[in-house]
């Protein structure tokens, strides 16, 4: 499904996989929590009849794109939120256990192709990289105030940089002569820091990735959005997560095994207690792949991945 809003067709990512295994009921309770351009939200909307919808997103403009998408739509309901606080927004909706939780994680496609909103070399424009607007603090204003040491650091494991050091001196030093204020800027920091190099390195994408996951401290979202989501769902729900980085695929592989995973419970006195049956399990043991077909047509989706974690009967640690 693709939608047109704002004139370039936005396509969701892994579409059909994410709706099998969400495995939608027409009377259950879902949250979609990158609504985006609404693509994975109307789809879900549309296999409901008795159930509801609830769509999150933090970038003001993809909440009102997916107002006008899910406005035909009578159990959707758009809120302006992280998905970090998806335990917050649920309380305050009066919402209980849900049946399934979708994350998309990462950029959208409306945001890389927006150059006003400064995600993508490709395009003049403002250094800005916020997905939430309304922050105070854009990719050129972190820029011009973080370390080099924190500047490495971010470039590798962000965006697994090699030359960080060589890049990240340069950068810094253009944006402490105040020459790191547009996305062409950054893109020719990286070209100098590597003359070497004939045409665009290969390393200016995964640059501007790292830098755009610091701005947003997307991981440390990401991170929590999961294990609130884990909490949220009720025996028997799903959360289903797709992602593009291998950094946030550790996060969700991780928050899964661990969930997956039967635990002992420590008592007070720090003896060993009683045995916790594990609270989820993993119906697929490895990340689902797009098919070669969505593959080869959609160029995002080369590198996604979706995990799925099921919650048991009695998953809060009690009897069934």
Wanted: neutral net charge; hydrophobic residues 40%; charged residues 25%.
């Amino acid at each position: 499904m693709a939608d047109t809003t704002g004139g370039a067709p936005h396509i969701p990512v892994m579409l059909r996989e994410a709706l099998e295994w969400l495995a939608v009921r027409p009377d259950g309770r879902y949250v979609d929590c990158t609504a985006g351009a609404g693509g994975h939200s109307a789809a879900i909307a549309e296999q409901l009849t008795t159930g509801r919808l609830l769509a999150l997103d933090r970038d003001p403009a993809a909440v009102e794109t997916a107002r006008r998408r899910l406005a035909p739509h009578g159990g959707a309901e758009v809120v302006s939120a992280n998905y970090a606080q998806l335990k917050e927004v649920l309380s305050g909706l009066g919402w209980g256990p849900v049946d399934g939780v979708l994350i998309d994680a990462g950029v959208s496609s409306m945001q890389i192709d927006t150059p006003g909103r400064g995600f993508s070399f490709q395009a003049p424009g403002p250094l800005d990289m916020r997905m939430d607007t309304t922050g105070p603090v854009t990719a050129a204003a972190w820029l011009a105030r973080t370390t080099e040491t924190e500047l490495v650091r971010v470039l590798r494991e962000y965006g697994d940089v090699g030359p960080a050091g060589r890049i990240a001196r340069t950068v810094l030093a253009r944006a402490r002569a105040g020459r790191m204020e547009t996305t062409e800027d950054l893109a020719a920091a990286v070209r100098e820091a590597l003359p070497f190099v004939s045409g665009e390195p290969a390393e200016t994408r995964t640059v501007f990735q790292a830098v755009r996951i610091a701005v947003n401290d997307e991981l440390s979202a990401l991170r929590a959005g999961v294990g609130q989501a884990l909490e949220a769902v009720a025996p028997g729900g799903r959360v289903v997560v797709i992602t593009f980085h291998s950094g946030e695929d550790r996060i969700v592989k991780t928050l899964f095994r661990e969930a997956a995973r039967p635990a002992v419970e420590l008592l007070r006195d720090g003896r060993r207690g009683t045995w916790a049956p594990a609270r989820f399990r993993l119906p697929v043991a490895r990340p689902v792949v797009p098919g070669p077909e969505e593959a080869r047509t959609n160029p995002r989706a080369k590198s996604a991945r979706l995990r799925v974690a099921e919650r048991l009967a009695g998953g809060d640690g009690k009897e069934a």
